[in-house]
């Protein structure tokens, strides 16, 4: 069984900083691209940062310089650095990730794996 385990949300005031994490587990696991999600209320899930396997970013535009997306592939973990954070950045951030695992008789890629979201909060 595959996890993907977000944690670091909480409610914080505009200006202030939150640091996201997302920990991978599972058996056999190899993980390609992960990102981060957030769904705001009455609004589609959006894709806010990237990171491939080798280290490649890309942002969204309304976070470029502000959020900082990276990854320990040793420990199966990414992170969301977050600064100056603002109102509209509330949300609900999800991890997601490209990656296959071991399920007890074969290999099985998914290359659309989500976490169970952590909540962001930023009061103006």
């Given at each position: 069984?595959?996890?993907l385990?977000?944690?670091?949300?909480?409610?914080?005031?505009?200006?202030?900083s939150?640091?996201?994490?997302?920990?991978?587990?599972?058996?056999?696991?190899?993980i390609?691209?992960?990102?981060?999600?957030?769904?705001?209320p009455?609004?589609?899930?959006?894709?806010?940062?990237?990171i491939?396997?080798?280290?490649?970013?890309?942002?969204?535009?309304?976070?470029?310089?502000?959020?900082t997306i990276?990854?320990?592939?040793?420990?199966?973990?990414m992170?969301l650095?977050?600064?100056?954070?603002?109102?509209?950045?509330?949300?609900?951030?999800?991890?997601n990730?490209d990656?296959?695992?071991y399920?007890?008789?074969?290999y099985?890629?998914?290359p659309?794996?989500?976490?169970?979201?952590?909540q962001?909060?930023?009061?103006?």
């Amino acid at each position: 069984q595959v996890q993907l385990v977000e944690s670091g949300g909480g409610l914080v005031q505009a200006g202030d900083s939150l640091r996201l994490s997302c920990a991978a587990s599972g058996s056999g696991l190899s993980i390609r691209t992960m990102g981060w999600y957030r769904q705001a209320p009455g609004k589609q899930r959006e894709l806010v940062a990237a990171i491939t396997g080798g280290g490649i970013t890309n942002y969204v535009p309304s976070v470029e310089g502000r959020f900082t997306i990276s990854r320990d592939n040793a420990k199966n973990t990414m992170y969301l650095q977050m600064n100056s954070l603002k109102p509209e950045d509330t949300a609900i951030y999800y991890c997601n990730a490209d990656l296959t695992y071991y399920n007890g008789a074969l290999y099985v890629r998914n290359p659309e794996y989500w976490g169970q979201g952590t909540q962001v909060t930023v009061s103006s």
